[in-house]
């Protein structure tokens, strides 16, 4: 893959997005990305530099604004797009559902229109596990039906993994993998770069960190009662750089071969239940993580575990970390940034349509003006965060 490629990362400031903006620099691409730091904080790019050593260049824009993704286009020679942004908690999404296919929906459809006026076709997208539902049988395969989604964060993902492939059948011109993760957990092994929730809606191993330091009095499992081992939920995690570097040989497989649209599982294939989850991070981090049981959350599902086996294939790639590393980097992120990037200085802000500052070794950002038809946050959750 030729270098000095540039890649556009939507939701860059995020989980997910951040780390695989480290893996991107260090695979030699430029990175544009934007945020619109609705549930994320700018500073998690401060770290990318110091990480990396590299700059990126950051907006900060919604994608429900659609005039001005068309500006950040129409300024850069963009090679490929990244799409991570999106709301993303499973629970919150059963109580806004409209916010959430708001934000996903239409927020894909204005960059994917982005995409086709500026000719740019290739496209990694943030998809999910939770397009299969309930699963039918297990380990999933990504011929297991989809679309019997038990919550709306999922069909959102399931309608955007649609509409995406029927622009890959009306317009040849598309090349676009689907990569359809199974619960990322970990951080960048420096302790540097983390998951760093600003609601309440978190996942669990942030929970778990919050009881570990203190935070919070104890980790709230939902449902004791599901069809499984020990009763609660099964799920099948991953290292969020074993993810992010995932991201980047997709590149290279759309480099290699025009897919149309091809969705591929990203997971080890091992299940891993709530319990068993919070005795192996006890173990690690070396404390006690009281918990309590209540009902089940609307819309989970007892266990989701992959056959990970097309992903490793098609993209020549392996997953490396087990999930005590997984533990122990979380740890050494949380106990070295309790408060996540909440102190850290966030950048300065820029407008598009003034020249871009000559490249430095530090992150520039940019904010987009936006017009007077961008769409208003409504209760402080109506932007397109970080997947």
């Not at 260049?57 to 005039?67: R, S, V």
């Not at 559902?97 to 000719?119: C, D, F, Q, R, S």
């Not at 980790?219 to 099948?236: A, E, K, M, N, S």
């Not at 200085?345 to 490249?359: G, M, N, Q, Y």
Request: with cysteine; charged share 20%.
């Amino acid at each position: 893959m030729a270098n000095q490629k540039t890649v556009f990362v939507t939701g860059g400031t995020g989980y997910i997005g951040s780390h695989c903006i480290v893996e991107l620099l260090n695979a030699g691409f430029e990175v544009i990305t934007i945020d619109n730091l609705t549930n994320s904080r700018s500073g998690a790019l401060r770290r990318v530099q110091e990480i990396t050593g590299k700059s990126v260049t950051f907006y900060e824009c919604d994608l429900l604004d659609g005039q001005a993704v068309h500006k950040i286009f129409a300024k850069h020679k963009i090679d490929y797009v990244i799409h991570f942004a999106a709301m993303k908690a499973v629970g919150e999404s059963m109580q806004f559902p409209l916010i959430y296919y708001k934000n996903n929906v239409i927020g894909t459809i204005n960059l994917v229109e982005a995409m086709k006026a500026h000719n740019v076709y290739q496209m990694v997208f943030s998809s999910s596990c939770t397009v299969y539902g309930d699963p039918e049988h297990l380990p999933i395969t990504e011929d297991h039906p989809t679309g019997a989604v038990t919550n709306v964060y999922g069909r959102t993902k399931y309608l955007i993994e649609e509409m995406l492939k029927d622009l890959s059948r009306a317009e040849e011109k598309w090349n676009i993998i689907a990569l359809r993760y199974f619960n990322p957990v970990g951080a960048h092994p420096s302790g540097r770069l983390g998951e760093d929730p600003t609601k309440s809606f978190t996942n669990l191993m942030p929970y778990i960190g919050q009881v570990a330091i203190g935070k919070k009095q104890s980790l709230t499992i939902f449902g004791c009662d599901y069809d499984t081992p020990d009763g609660t939920g099964v799920r099948d995690y991953i290292h969020v750089m074993d993810l992010a570097s995932g991201h980047v040989s997709a590149l290279s497989k759309l480099d290699d071969e025009h897919l149309r649209f091809k969705p591929l599982n990203l997971g080890l294939g091992h299940g891993l239940s709530v319990l068993e989850f919070v005795k192996e991070f006890e173990q690690v981090a070396k404390v006690h993580i009281p918990y309590e049981f209540v009902g089940r959350r609307i819309g989970d599902v007892a266990t989701l575990v992959c056959d990970g086996s097309q992903g490793m294939k098609n993209l020549k790639w392996q997953p490396t970390r087990n999930f005590q590393v997984m533990c122990e980097d979380f740890w050494k992120w949380q106990t070295m940034n309790p408060d996540g990037y909440a102190k850290d200085e966030p950048f300065p802000v820029a407008v598009l349509d003034t020249p871009l500052p000559v490249k430095t070794p530090s992150v520039e950002s940019a904010q987009v003006n936006a017009p007077s038809s961008a769409v208003a946050s409504v209760n402080g959750i109506n932007g397109v965060n970080n997947h």
